[in-house]
């Protein structure tokens, strides 16, 4: 089974991010998955036996000391230290800011061919081929790389399940990188995440608001109906234009794209661009004053009124069950 | 200061995009094309910068079909200084790579302090190209920008993550990208329409550039489409209107679908 490459991706205080697990597992699906992670001299050894049970059969540590002040330079180093040792059949990244970025750099780098944003990935024969959800799911598309190397930037949080535990094979290199042709990293301000809400990408329900919803006191409806759903709080642009919710909850073509279990939208017209980032949700739910409003034609249930009057409604109805 | 916006023409979002079955490719003549959204809120952040700073030139650039001049007209007609348009038949169909080496080489054709770029097109673009183009030119880049601050020899910004926000900066010759944090673009007006039929308007091909696609390419991967299926569109289940009761009546659906 040929190498796959898959960058890691590590938080500011050397953390691995949550899309380790899928990204291991995409690996799996292809070949046997080798995690590239960037750290700080000393600092790897820490996070191998994590890789392992995540899948790793083996993991290559490069030590870089500017990993923390150069911007994705020595993520391509990194790859490209481990692509002329380990001769992959395939290097995955993450389809991140990052992880795109690293793809692009790379791929020129080594000349390879990039696929962007694979929901998922299988063998057939030598050949390793991608899907793809286009245009909001309109489309499926499979592809592949021809006439080089191959490298995939999977979606986060898209491929499901886990690989094999393994003990992996460590290799560990020191590499310093160009600094002349980086960009310098000032300052990193991750998100803490406050609320016990889940995350919109990957989750399995969405309560998203929109332009209907009038102002950003009374967005806290959303909230409320996504608690009591247990739901990720998604938006419209429109909702995010206005400042009634930060531009992270954007659902849509520009935005966040989710395909949950269950999708509500409230007061939101149904742009073709905010259909294109949750059409594929199993079940769609709409409230809209406007019996003519476009989401109702992808609703499986749609309600014509006043998202005041009919959410407080719901969520008393929804508490009264739970107390049953 | 020289500043070149690159931009893309793409199918209007506004409208259905289709795909070509047998190709794959974006069906161009199925829709509307216009100047991607977000490249022209990259030209709004290099043409508000050359309001407050005389003698900044901006260049537009695109690499696309004949139709992109349309587009690249508009862009002169806002406030563009002058445009390039790479015009090539081999370039039907280019990947993320084939269009970056393209750019990349009309860059260094017509010169610049500075590159900015959409962070992501809307037709199935990736938000690599500008990255690669970098790669290129051997110069950093700063992709996803939600703010910009230009200097005389260095532009900042803050780059939004996914999980936060980092503050970078890169001395100048750099390309960046800008998210649709960047303020709208503004209207062509009828002065800015009159002057741009008499701005410099450079059409240049691959062997204008130094590109021969059987050398230049040569062992690189290219990536390729297989197959393209359309899902089933979807279609509208109930739909009630609010007598009083909705609020209880979606509660009961939602039970019966498992779904609370
Ligand atoms: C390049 C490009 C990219 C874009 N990307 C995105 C994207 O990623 N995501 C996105 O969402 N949009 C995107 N848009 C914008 C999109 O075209 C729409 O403008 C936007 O989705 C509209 O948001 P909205 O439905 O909240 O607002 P509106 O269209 O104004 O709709 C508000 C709705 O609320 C209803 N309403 C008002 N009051 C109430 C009430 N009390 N109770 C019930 N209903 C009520 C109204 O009937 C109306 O239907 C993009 C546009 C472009 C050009
Ligand atoms: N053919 C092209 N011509 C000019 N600019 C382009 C082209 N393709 C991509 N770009 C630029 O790169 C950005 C990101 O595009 P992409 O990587 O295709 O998502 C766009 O917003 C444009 O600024």
Redesign the interface.
């Known amino acids: 089974m040929s190498n796959i490459l898959a960058l890691i991706e590590v938080?500011s205080n050397g953390d691995l991010?949550d899309s380790t697990s899928s990204l291991l597992a995409a690996a799996a699906r292809i070949g046997s998955p080798v995690a590239v992670v960037v750290t700080t001299p000393g600092a790897g050894s820490a996070l191998v036996e994590r890789l392992g049970n995540l899948g790793a059969a083996q993991v290559f540590l490069a030590e870089i000391d500017q990993g923390g002040t150069l911007?994705?330079a020595p993520q391509v180093d990194a790859l490209a230290a481990a692509v002329s040792t380990l001769a992959p059949g395939a290097i995955l990244t993450v389809?991140?800011?990052?992880g795109?970025?690293v793809?692009?750099?790379l791929?020129?780098?080594i000349?390879?061919?990039?696929?962007?944003?694979a929901v998922n990935l299988r063998s057939e024969g030598l050949t390793i081929?991608a899907t793809h959800s286009?245009?909001g799911?309109?489309?499926?598309?499979?592809?592949?790389?021809?006439?080089?190397?191959?490298?995939v930037?999977v979606r986060?949080g898209v491929i499901e399940g886990a690989a094999d535990a393994a003990v992996p094979v460590v290799t560990t290199v020191s590499l310093t990188s160009d600094a002349s042709?980086?960009?310098?990293?000032?300052?990193?301000?991750?998100?803490v995440v406050a609320s016990t809400r889940p995350g919109l990408r990957g989750a399995t329900?969405v309560v998203s608001g929109g332009r209907g919803l009038g102002s950003q006191e009374k967005f806290s409806l959303v909230d409320q109906l996504a608690d009591a759903?247990g739901a990720a709080v998604g938006a419209s642009?429109a909702a995010v234009d206005a400042g009634f919710v930060a531009?992270?909850c954007q659902v849509g073509?520009?935005g966040v794209t989710v395909s949950p279990?269950?999708y509500v939208a409230l007061g939101i017209s149904g742009a073709?661009?905010h259909r294109?980032g949750m059409?594929t949700a199993k079940?769609?739910?709409a409230?809209n004053k406007d019996?003519d409003a476009p989401i109702?034609?992808?609703?499986?249930?749609?309600?014509?009124?006043?998202v005041f009057?009919?959410?407080?409604?719901?969520?008393?109805?929804?508490e009264s069950?739970g107390k049953k | 200061m020289k500043i070149i916006v690159l931009v893309k023409q793409v199918p209007d979002?506004?409208?259905?995009?289709t795909?070509d079955p047998t190709t794959?490719w974006i069906d161009r003549a199925g829709s509307d094309a216009v100047i991607d959204e977000?490249d022209e809120r990259a030209l709004e952040v290099a043409l508000s910068y050359k309001d407050a700073h005389k003698g900044t030139e901006v260049v537009v650039l695109s690499m696309g079909s004949k139709a992109v001049t349309v587009g690249l007209r508009k862009g002169l007609a806002m406030g563009a200084d002058s445009a390039v348009h790479v015009l090539d038949a081999a370039l039907e169909g280019a990947?993320?790579?084939w269009t970056?080496a393209a750019i990349a080489a009309a860059l260094t054709s017509t010169g610049f302090d500075l590159v900015i770029a959409g962070n992501?097109s809307?037709d199935?673009g990736?938000?690599?190209?500008?990255?690669?183009v970098?790669?290129?030119l051997?110069?950093?880049?700063?992709?996803?920008l939600?703010s910009v601050d230009i200097s005389a020899d260095q532009v900042?910004g803050e780059?939004?993550?996914?999980?936060?926000?980092?503050?970078?900066?890169?001395s100048l010759p750099?390309v960046i990208s800008i998210t649709?944090?960047l303020p709208e673009a503004r209207f062509p007006n009828f002065r800015g329409i009159m002057s741009a039929k008499k701005k410099p308007f450079r059409v240049a091909s691959l062997g204008d550039l130094g590109i021969d696609p059987a050398v230049t390419f040569a062992?690189?991967?290219?990536?390729?489409?297989?197959?393209?299926?359309?899902?089933p569109?979807?279609?509208?289940?109930?739909?009630?209107?609010?007598e009083g009761?909705?609020?209880?009546?979606?509660?009961d659906?939602?039970?019966a679908?498992h779904?609370?």
């Open positions: 938080s991010r911007l994705v389809n991140s800011v990052e795109r970025d793809a692009a750099r791929g020129v780098r000349g390879a061919g990039l696929v962007i944003d081929v286009v245009f799911g309109a489309y499926t598309v499979e592809s592949t790389v021809q006439g080089g190397p191959m490298i930037t986060e042709n980086s960009a310098v990293i000032d300052e990193v301000i991750d998100v329900r759903l642009r531009q992270a073509q520009t279990q269950l073709i661009q294109a059409q079940t769609i739910v409230i019996a109702f034609d992808i609703a499986d249930f749609g309600i014509v009124g006043d009057t009919v959410v407080p409604q719901l969520i008393a109805a929804i069950r | 979002t506004y409208g259905e995009r795909l794959g977000i990947d993320a790579g970056a992501e809307t199935g990736g938000g690599v190209v500008p990255a690669m970098a790669e290129h051997g110069l950093a880049h700063m992709t996803f939600e900042a780059r939004a993550t996914g999980q936060g926000t980092l503050r970078v900066h890169a750099a649709e944090n062992g690189v991967g290219r990536s390729v489409v297989l197959q393209a299926t359309k899902r569109a979807r279609t509208a289940g109930t739909k009630i209107v609010d009761n909705a609020g209880v009546e979606l509660a659906f939602l039970v679908g779904l609370i």
